[in-house]
């Protein structure tokens, strides 16, 4: 094999790369644009804000808004957009994928830099059965519709939750999980292969935030895990995630796929029973998370590799249901004054705190204080807040330096609605868990039937069944 040479070719353009990449910018990243919100500024307005004060160059959006893909024309920011998950099986069709892409990509391409169609959103997590067993022949059915309409360099992939994993504490042991392996996921790596695609994945250590883990997920010097089979220490789970998804697909024997991070990010605020959301633990996520993926120094498991990656999210969403901290995502309010600064402004001067001064801000608008807690009556949502029953601290801002005082134990008292899978339940009783929580809160049902969760942005309710456990990123899909 040429792996050893390829490599070193590869680590050499790496080098070659970094060098000409660090005379313009430090780095790039990508963000998810969601607009479930009332107060957003334009697209256009969004563009040129990302375009002239940021280092954004790409974003990714949960639809195919019209308005966003002629706003990001000629920006050179690239574009991924997404199919509505209930539009999936429709699609599988030649002329329903021929008028889709004609439609939503022909109309703006290549002005605007489509770079990848997203197919529904963690299609797996979801549970549809409709869905999942025409998720493969969608993505094909839209690539031979992209082949028909002479367009070669927009990418069909699909994003992942990591509930697509076995359960494994070590990163090198984790797998896909058998139910899916074959049916699902084998056609679909090698369709990656084939049109050298990536894997898109939505890693979030968020969710399975617990006060004795936090500074294994939030980058604080912690012993670490071991990987006994590798001898490898992992000291915060956003690496071990990618790892374990990284061995995963090299099971299957998939390991020279492109991974991409699709989704990740930390709340800056929450309801009072989240006190892991401050701005102080999202700066501390984020900051560290991009330097992950963007350093170049890459994993244990895969060295000197570079992740394209896409925070969640660029705004807070003042119209997202569930607990505040849904709403509280972003990396800027909806007047582009920033929420904080993890070293994404470009020209205007890098905010050292996190509250920069709204003069700052380009844009006015009929905006609401993003900052405002919003009501708490929403919080009762069991679907959006799976961090909620292991955080009972009632202060809201905890020094990020210490845990929690009430120890590491989650109080079993309020996380009563909550399924508490152990590592070790089966497939079948997780989906009861899931059945159960779905049955408690109006959230899941729109993502049952189809229908009306169009927004796959809307989908953050997997949330609730990632149960903090250590090294919890497997649960269910
Ligand atoms: C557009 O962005 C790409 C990187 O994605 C860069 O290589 C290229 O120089 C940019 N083009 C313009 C005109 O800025
Ligand atoms: C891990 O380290 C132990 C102790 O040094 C050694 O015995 C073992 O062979 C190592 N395993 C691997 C996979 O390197």
């Not at 990418?155 to 994993?165: F, H, R």
């Not at 695609?197 to 935030?209: A, E, G, M, Q, W």
């Not at 003042?318 to 582009?336: I, M, V």
Request: aromatic share 8%; charged share 15%.
């Amino acid at each position: 094999m040429t792996a050893t040479t390829t490599t070193s070719i590869t680590t050499a353009l790496l080098h070659l790369s970094t060098l000409l990449h660090l005379s313009t910018t430090a780095f790039s990243i990508g963000v998810n644009y969601g607009t479930l919100a009332n107060d957003l500024p334009s697209p256009s307005q969004v563009a040129n804000f990302l375009k002239t004060q940021t280092i954004i160059d790409s974003i990714k959006i949960f639809d195919t808004n019209p308005d966003i893909l002629r706003g990001f024309a000629n920006t050179n920011i690239t574009v991924t957009v997404t199919v509505g998950n209930g539009d999936i099986p429709a699609l599988v069709d030649a002329n329903a994928a021929s008028r889709w892409v004609a439609n939503n990509i022909e109309q703006f391409y290549p002005q605007t830099r489509i770079k990848l169609i997203a197919v529904g959103n963690e299609i797996l997590f979801t549970g549809n059965k409709e869905w999942i067993s025409h998720l493969v022949p969608c993505i094909k059915s839209l690539h031979q519709a992209l082949v028909r309409a002479g367009i070669n360099d927009v990418k069909v992939s699909t994003p992942y939750t990591l509930g697509i994993l076995q359960n494994s504490v070590q990163p090198s042991a984790a797998r896909i999980k058998p139910a899916y392996g074959k049916v699902v996921f084998a056609p679909m790596l090698e369709f990656l292969r084939q049109t050298k695609s990536p894997l898109l994945v939505n890693p979030y250590p968020y969710f399975s935030y617990s006060p004795s883990m936090e500074d294994y997920i939030l980058f604080k010097p912690n012993p670490g895990i071991h990987d006994d089979n590798t001898n490898i220490t992992y000291t915060n789970m956003f690496v071990a995630m990618m790892d374990a998804v990284y061995s995963a697909i090299k099971a299957m024997g998939y390991d020279d796929l492109d991974i991409v991070v699709a989704e990740s990010g930390w709340p800056s605020l929450g309801d009072p029973n989240q006190p892991m959301c401050t701005v102080e633990n999202a700066v501390l996520y984020n900051k560290n998370m991009i330097k992950v993926v963007t350093s170049g120094e890459g994993t244990p498991l895969m060295p000197k590799r570079r992740f394209e990656t896409y925070v969640f999210a660029l705004f807070n969403e003042n119209l997202k249901p569930g607990t505040a901290a849904e709403r509280n995502w972003g990396l800027f309010r909806p007047d582009f004054s920033p929420v904080y600064d993890v070293g994404i402004l470009s020209n205007i001067g890098k905010s050292t705190g996190s509250s920069p001064s709204p003069t700052k801000s380009p844009f006015t608008g009929p905006s609401t204080s993003p900052t405002k807690r919003p009501p708490t009556g929403s919080s009762s949502s069991p679907t959006k807040s799976p961090s909620t029953g292991s955080s009972p601290s009632t202060d809201s801002s905890p020094s990020p330096t210490t845990s929690p005082s009430t120890g590491s134990s989650p109080a079993p008292t309020t996380s009563k609605t909550w399924s508490e899978p152990k590592a070790d339940a089966s497939d079948e009783a997780l989906q009861a868990n899931k059945d159960y929580v779905c049955s408690q809160g109006a959230h899941c049902k729109p993502i049952q039937t189809g229908g009306a969760c169009f927004n796959p942005n809307n989908i953050r309710s997997h949330a609730a069944l990632l149960i903090p456990l250590i090294m919890m990123w497997f649960v269910y899909i």
